[in-house]
Antibody, heavy 120, light 110 residues
């Protein structure tokens, strides 16, 4: 059974960089046919897609966040990461790492989510 | 403002049926598969329907999905109190080149 687990600081100061890592267990992170996505959910609000890493190494970012986001993968550690620069209070959210099925675009495995609060 | 449009809330009595709509455009629902997610408050979303109308293993057949043109619908029959949750539709948008979601629909089982 595939499992994803987010890790990283729960509190980030305004203007700093939010950094999160997702560790994948119970399956391969480098198999073709999958993408590895980050999705966030501000408190009391809906889901927002942040971006995606394909198994071929391509990245796709939400246009509204593209200038501040970088995603990367470390296949040896079975981890993929998110960096969001110049954060503000509007970036306070639960951040989920998720596996997406390529071409069919559904999200089949989700991490439990981690709350990141942006505050001084 | 979400790319996909869902009603904010729906409600029905236990045992009844409810449908949740999801409206989009030709750049998303019209030409892509739709998926549906159930989110119980305080937990991560769970895949409910994929490829418009397919259920993952373990999802009861009380849950169904359909798509017509640029709209999709989630149906739930034999409502149970445990079905109370937020429901989201999702798909890929070829203009944005990314995943898009509806704003979510809160289901109340009266």
């Amino acid at each position: 059974q595939l499992q994803l687990q987010e890790s990283g600081p729960g509190l980030v100061k305004p203007s700093e960089t939010l950094s999160l890592t997702c560790t994948v267990s119970g399956g391969s992170i480098s198999s073709s046919g999958y993408a590895w996505d980050w999705i966030r959910q501000p408190p009391g609000k809906g889901l927002e897609w942040i971006g995606s890493l394909s198994s071929s190494g391509n990245t796709y970012y939400n246009p509204s966040l593209k200038s501040r986001v970088t995603m990367s993968v470390d296949t040896s550690k079975k981890q993929f990461s998110l960096k969001l620069r110049s954060v503000t209070a509007a970036d306070t959210a639960v951040y989920y790492c998720v596996r997406r099925i390529w071409n069919e675009d559904y999200l089949d495995y989700w991490g439990q989510g981690t709350l990141v609060t942006v505050s001084s | 403002q979400s790319v996909l449009t869902q009603p904010p809330s729906v409600s029905a009595a236990p045992g009844q049926k409810v449908t949740i709509s999801c409206s989009g455009s030709t750049s998303n629902i019209g030409n892509k598969y739709v998926s549906w997610y159930q989110q119980v408050p305080g937990t991560a979303p769970k895949l409910l329907i994929y490829d418009n109308n397919r259920r993952p293993s373990g999802i009861p057949d009380r849950f169904s999905g359909s798509k017509s043109g640029t709209s999709a619908t989630l149906g739930i029959t034999g409502l149970q109190t445990g079905d109370e949750a937020d429901y989201y539709c999702g798909t890929w948008d070829t203009n944005l080149n990314g995943v898009v979601f509806g704003g979510g629909t809160k289901l109340t089982v009266l």
